[in-house]
């Protein structure tokens, strides 16, 4: 019973692990032999050991030797053995580290790693966030999930890829989305705009379910499934579509040098914006007081939210009230 368990424990070890046992259990028994059958060569064990290393690793020092017929005999053993052993252990070494290496670019490897970033879908959108992340946040582990490539994409990011389909519980288990900090789904549109979208809703379900506390935004391509997004779990919903054709509104009818979309990206670039609790001390205080209260902190405060209203143009001496959230702009860090 006790060898028929020793021997399925053994088997179900990592080969790596058996094979490094086995290659220190040979050299232990082999030295300790040695050491019994030349006490006067090999004064202690430690010494049997090194010889019985050396030898089959065919290093051949010559520091230890045997000299009688039966420790001779053993050496010969040794070599025929133990020599096919070390090699059998750096060939698996050397295959395990290639067949890693395979396994990472073609996406079948698990990520281990927390508080990080998952990306579902690979386009160029995907690539130009993979840049910005790189050049603004390079030690932020990023995960890239699509079921469409065959090896990794990307290569001037610390990048994971995982192949499969982000909305399969198996797929997000593997990017470790239990530890994850923030997911971005973006829109294949490749697909007919409804399939896409109904796909990212499958997405931000599955991912919802697996880690409740996850940032989700998610990228929709149709007006009427933004709602139902924002159902499945979404934190934000962006509709790409909305965005471009504005962008085409403008640069159809502008007469400035410059287009419109080249000064937004510039200042995409250098500036972030963010929502800010009203602070307590502004309650009832105008919107003029409140520009002048983040001035002093560096931000530009460029409207207010009220509700579910959005005042990006407000009235100077418009009163804020405890609720509102303040719109602020300031540069990247």
């Not at 019985?52 to 230890?64: E, I, N, P, Q, R």
């Not at 610390?158 to 797929?171: Q, V, Y």
């Not at 009220?306 to 702009?329: H, N």
């Amino acid at each position: 019973m006790v060898i028929q368990f020793l021997r399925r424990f053994y088997f179900r070890l990592p080969i790596f692990i058996r094979l490094i046992s086995t290659v220190l259990l040979v050299m232990v028994v082999f030295g300790v032999c040695m050491r019994h059958i030349e006490p006067e060569q090999f004064p202690t064990y430690f010494d049997g050991i090194w010889w019985a290393f050396v030898t089959a690793s065919t290093v051949g020092y010559g520091d230890l030797i045997p000299e009688t017929l039966n420790g001779k005999i053993l050496a010969v053993i040794l070599i025929l053995s133990g020599a096919g052993l070390v090699s059998i252990y750096l060939s698996t070494i050397a295959a395990s580290t290639v067949q890693y290496t395979q396994n990472l670019s073609k996406g079948l490897t698990a990520f281990k790693g927390t508080n990080h970033i998952i990306i579902v879908g690979w386009n160029e959108r995907a690539r130009s966030l993979l840049k910005r992340l790189g050049d603004k946040h390079p030690e932020l582990p990023v995960v890239l999930i699509d079921r469409t490539l065959t090896s990794l994409p990307y290569k001037k990011h610390a990048l994971h890829f995982i192949r499969g389909d982000a909305s399969e519980d198996k797929t997000l288990e593997k990017a470790n989305i239990q530890h994850a900090k923030a997911a971005i789904i973006t829109a294949n549109t490749g697909n007919n705009e409804k399939q896409s979208d109904y796909m990212t809703i499958m997405t931000t379900i599955a991912m919802r379910g697996n880690n409740t506390e996850l940032t989700i935004i998610a990228e929709v391509l149709t007006e009427s499934q933004k709602e139902n997004v924002r159902r499945a779990g979404a934190d934000t919903v962006i509709r790409s579509n909305d965005f471009v054709s504005t962008l085409f509104y403008h640069e159809l009818f502008h007469k400035e040098t410059k287009s419109h979309l080249e000064l937004l990206l510039h200042f995409l670039q250098e500036q972030e914006i963010r929502m800010s609790p009203l602070p307590q001390e502004l309650v009832d205080a105008s919107f003029f007081e409140v520009t002048r209260y983040f001035a002093r902190k560096d931000k530009t405060a460029i409207g207010f939210m009220r509700g579910d209203t959005i005042d990006m143009s407000p009235d100077f001496q418009e009163p804020m009230q405890a609720e509102d959230s303040i719109i602020t702009l300031q540069h990247i860090k």
